[in-house]
């Protein structure tokens, strides 16, 4: 079984301008459960008429659309909860609703190979906390990864790592412009 980096593709020359409105204080990157009400998020983004959107954007709040969640059903992912979003182009007057806030549900501990790990130390960590650190290139240990095809890692909670089902399903799709960046992780 291998695993991937699941990231949004940086290299797009336009995306998300900003953060949700209504503002919100609840983490989509924390791993755990979101109990709370979700409001209808609404994002701004600069993408031209016409243009072709990702199915996967956004940083602090992940965004997928429609086809990726189907995927993501598809494959099994049991472990995230989705809500609604609206991307709006106020340039264009251009809006998509086809898209979904996405909380992915499990932050793995101790899954991560700190010593073989290509990373920088951005927050140091305590007892109960792990440091929070900056993955260059990311090992997992296999036998501290959880039964999951998707989950977090503790010590980079905003990283995706991704089961290859999902890549698989992705790559044999005739669709093209996912806007995603799978990237292997070594496994030890």
Same mark, same amino acid.
């Given at each position: ?18 953060? %949700?409105? *209504? ?16 409001? $209808? $998020? !609404? ?10 959107? *990702?199915?996967? $954007? &956004?940083?602090?709040? #992940? ?11 598809? /494959? &099994? ?8 979003? /609206? ?18 549900? &499990?932050? /793995?501990?101790? %899954? ?8 920088? !130390? ?7 906390? #792990?440091?929070?650190? %900056? ?10 990864? *959880? ?6 890692? %503790?010590?980079? #909670?905003? !990283? ?16 093209? &412009? ?6 292997? $992780?070594? !496994?030890?």
């Amino acid at each position: 079984m291998n695993y991937y980096d699941f990231t949004t593709n940086n290299y797009e020359n336009y995306g998300v301008q900003g953060y %949700a409105t *209504p503002s919100t204080e609840i983490s989509f990157i924390c791993g755990e459960k979101i109990t709370e009400d979700v409001p $209808l $998020l !609404t994002f701004e983004v600069n993408f031209p008429k016409g243009y072709k959107l *990702p199915q996967f $954007l &956004g940083d602090v709040i #992940p965004i997928i659309s429609n086809r990726l969640l189907d995927v993501l059903n598809e /494959v &099994g992912v049991t472990n995230i909860q989705t809500y609604p979003v /609206v991307l709006q182009n106020s340039e264009t007057g251009e809006v998509w609703n086809n898209y979904h806030a996405l909380n992915v549900i &499990g932050l /793995v501990y101790n %899954a991560v190979d700190i010593e073989r790990s290509n990373h920088e !130390t951005i927050m140091e960590g305590s007892d109960n906390i #792990p440091a929070l650190l %900056a993955f260059e290139e990311i090992v997992l240990i296999k036998n501290k990864i *959880p039964d999951l095809l998707m989950f977090r890692i %503790a010590e980079s #909670p905003s !990283t995706i790592i991704a089961h290859e089902k999902i890549l698989d399903q992705i790559a044999t799709s005739s669709y093209k &412009g996912w806007g995603i960046d799978f990237t292997e $992780l070594e !496994t030890v």
